[in-house]
């Protein structure tokens, strides 16, 4: 049975190169990275290669920007063993702009997550966005406010939680 990893973080505070440190150091099992970006304009194009460069070879890539739980549960199925997704947030973001219940599709990745860690190691990352002031618009604030609730429901099931701040790692959870 594998376990469930939370990495928390602000912007550039290096909570995605921890979590591949620590999944790298996990067994030799074959390991995938699930994407949530969308190569929506040349800079994100250019940031998506970049990291897929610095995973190198030994990393299965795939890129699901909104049908998360089924792709984590397809991935433990196929039998890899350590799954890095890189992250909550940006998938909340989608998840917004399509219009989705968040709510219910939180829920779904939970179920998901517990499926997925009978068979793999999961390594979660997401950005902790609600230390900073009141966002002034209703959509950032929801924002927020929902990213906020999905980090503590994820890190409630979590086997292991850590806060990265300035490239320095505070364990959370153990």
């Known amino acids: 049975m594998g376990k469930v990893v939370l990495v928390l973080g602000g912007a550039r505070s290096g909570k995605s190169a921890f979590a591949l440190r620590e999944a790298s150091a996990a067994s030799g099992a074959r390991k995938a990275y699930v994407a949530t970006a969308r190569p929506e304009d040349e800079e994100m194009r250019e940031r998506i290669e970049r990291h897929r460069r610095e995973r190198g070879e ?17 991935l433990a199925e196929e039998g890899f063993g350590t799954i890095v997704l890189d992250c909550l947030t940006l998938w909340l973001s989608n998840l917004l702009a399509r219009g989705e219940d ?27 966005v609600g ?44």
């Open 58 to 74: 030994d990393w299965w890539t795939v890129e699901e920007p909104v049908a998360l739980p089924s792709a984590l549960v397809a």
């Open 102 to 128: 968040v709510r219910v599709r939180t829920e779904e990745l939970l179920s998901a997550l517990e499926q997925a860690r009978s068979g793999a190691s999961l390594f979660i990352v997401s950005n902790e």
């Open 131 to 174: 230390t900073g002031i009141v966002p002034e618009g209703a959509l950032a604030r929801r924002f927020r406010d929902d990213a906020g609730w999905l980090n503590q429901q994820v890190a409630a099931r979590a086997d292991e939680a850590y806060l990265v701040v300035a490239g320095l790692t505070v364990k959370l959870k153990e």
